[in-house]
């Protein structure tokens, strides 16, 4: 987070510092009032998410079939966990990885009082998501690429997770991102996710548009496939 300082020496005046700084404040403020771990789903969740992140449409872009084993990277208060868990139902299973303890927690007694017997929490360390050995089809990781460290290692990591024609989509703020978003680091240009991953080991399968916000690819682990992917509308 960007202190007063920072601001300064970016030519932000006192005024306008002033104005950005009140939003922090109130969610310092909303943090005491509500605790610790209700107060991480709601930032986890964010403003009025379902109007920008187009939940369904991304299930269905993403093309997962009852069966399917999918990992939910980053899967904080299980936003997407739950509807990933219902579309592989009843055979498939969902992976909620996260490095946050309390989300997990959160996530795990959910999925026990609504009874999903196919999710499964798992603690990961910041570079790797300690997967089963048995793997996934599909890694899932939507708005925390830009938390992760050294990304290129850990994606190269993450391919011994994949099962043979596995895949990986990735979704995170991009130049279209919010002001708010740009100014805490919280986005990722295009350009260095394509580079990233490419990097890493992948090619772009599929990019999406749909969303106002946010870059969407899928990735597999296949660079023989054409350098430039099919751009969907779905």
């Not at 610790?36 to 079939?65: M, P, S």
């Not at 260095?192 to 946010?214: C, I, M, N, T, W």
């Amino acid at each position: 987070m960007p202190n007063q300082g920072e601001l300064r020496s970016r030519g932000v005046s006192g005024t306008v510092m002033s104005r950005m700084l009140r939003p922090i404040a109130l969610l310092c403020m909303i943090a005491t009032i509500t605790g610790c771990t209700d107060f991480k789903r709601w930032l986890y969740e964010g403003f009025n998410r379902e109007t920008w992140q187009h939940r369904e449409e991304v299930i269905q872009a993403l093309n997962i079939r009852p069966g399917d084993y999918v990992a939910d990277l980053g899967s904080g208060s299980g936003y997407f966990t739950f509807l990933l868990a219902k579309t592989v139902a009843p055979r498939g299973k969902v992976y909620a990885i996260d490095i946050d303890a309390d989300m997990n927690t959160y996530v795990a007694a959910r999925a026990r009082e609504e009874g999903y017997t196919n999710i499964e929490v798992i603690l990961a360390k910041p570079d790797d998501p300690l997967l089963p050995e048995t793997g996934v089809d599909l890694i899932f990781n939507c708005i925390t690429y830009h938390h992760l460290e050294d990304r290129v290692s850990y994606f190269k990591n993450v391919s011994k997770y994949l099962r043979p024609g596995g895949r990986i989509a990735i979704i995170d703020f991009n130049e279209k991102a919010w002001w708010l978003a740009k100014l805490f680091g919280h986005w990722t240009a295009t350009e260095v996710l394509h580079r990233e991953l490419k990097e890493a080991g992948y090619a772009v399968d599929q990019e999406f548009s749909f969303l106002p916000k946010q870059m969407f690819l899928i990735f597999s682990g296949d660079q023989k496939k054409a350098e430039e992917p099919s751009v969907i509308n779905p």
